[in-house]
């Protein structure tokens, strides 16, 4: 299938800011959820866990 220059270049610009906005908190998650599991009580949780609302507002703007 044939698209255009513009369609793909729409299509590239969206697959570029999801990833954009997807990837650090999606990574922040996951190492959120390992240090909430092995390292419980402990600093290193909360300090991932209070990133990743951070992150989250973040990749909102980036998506407006």
Request: charged share 10%; glycine share 4%; hydrophobic share 55%.
């Amino acid at each position: 299938i044939s698209l255009p220059d513009k369609r793909i270049q729409t299509l590239q610009s969206i697959i570029i800011i999801t990833w954009e906005a997807a990837l650090p908190p999606g990574l922040c998650a996951i190492v959120a959820l390992i240090t909430y599991l092995t390292l419980r009580w402990t600093f290193w949780d909360l300090l991932f866990q209070g990133i990743l609302g951070q992150l989250y507002i973040i990749s909102l703007f980036v998506t407006l």
